[in-house]
């Protein structure tokens, strides 16, 4: 069992402070899910954790066991274990989604994967994800759609089988039978192996995935956490019950801080 321990995280963009002291342990077994207002920090959270460049930490740690992370370049964090499923992913033009994934493989492995063994996973996966055959072999996320885009992201995930997964808006654009799959390939990971924080807004996603952990993020910090009763309370009634439980004033912000 692994865990991934972040302590009193401060992190800032463009000299504004977003994280303003998260204390958050994951354990492996564990699915997080990481819910608030729009603007208050949580995709800011996952980027941090996995080292974007954009991202100031200015105090604080993130310790995978025994390893500090904030040490570590982004490649060397997905080395470790750590892996990002972006809400925006990423289109490359000139590399093949197979080259792409391939490579990724190899550098997490100590010896290279052979192409005949790769193609055998790579088949397996992309027959449970219900994806096209062809998206193999088209460049990387271009001209996907958003259903295909986050498919692809569950099938990084799933052929690098990382330790903790942050997924932020997996569900984000999906239509009820995309996010059927979207949410089978995240608990088919479901292990004393594999951990994960999930941001969404939509208790669709954590009916289909069970959180074991809530946690409520307001203002650059975690304010409320607690179990799947929290994603039910969010549903029904929004988060104006926060302002009025924990004198807490709510701002929701739309803006490039916290994508």
Do not use: C
Not at 247 to 255: A, C, M, R, T
């Amino acid at each position: 069992m692994s865990t991934l321990k972040i302590t009193d995280l401060h992190v800032s963009v463009e000299n504004k402070m977003i994280l303003k002291g998260i204390n958050l342990e994951v354990k492996t077994s564990e699915i997080h899910a990481l819910m608030g207002p729009n603007g208050n920090g949580k995709s800011t959270l996952l980027s941090a954790i996995m080292g974007h460049p954009k991202y100031k930490i200015e105090k604080g740690s993130i310790y995978l066991d025994d390893i500090n992370i904030l040490d570590l370049s982004v490649d060397e964090r997905s080395k470790a274990g750590l892996f990002l499923g972006m809400q925006y992913p990423t289109e490359v033009s000139g590399v093949t989604n197979a080259d792409f994934l391939r490579a990724a493989m190899n550098a997490h492995s100590d010896k290279p994967i052979s192409l005949f063994k790769f193609i055998k996973q790579l088949d397996s996966e992309v027959e449970k994800l219900k994806m096209k055959p062809d998206l193999a072999h088209r460049y990387l996320n271009e001209g996907f759609s958003g259903g295909e885009k986050k498919r692809n992201e569950m099938l990084h995930m799933n052929l690098l089988k990382p330790k903790f997964a942050l997924l932020d808006e997996i569900d984000s654009g999906l239509d009820v039978d995309a996010l059927q799959i979207v949410s089978d390939a995240i608990n088919e990971m479901r292990s004393d192996k594999f951990g994960a924080i999930i941001v969404s807004h939509y208790e669709r996603l954590f009916d289909l995935v069970k959180p074991t952990h809530v946690h409520i993020l307001v203002d650059g910090k975690i304010v409320k956490s607690g179990g799947y009763e929290l994603v039910k309370k969010i549903d029904n009634e929004g988060y104006d019950w926060i302002r009025e439980e924990l004198h807490i004033d709510l701002k929701e912000e739309v803006g490039n801080y916290d994508k």
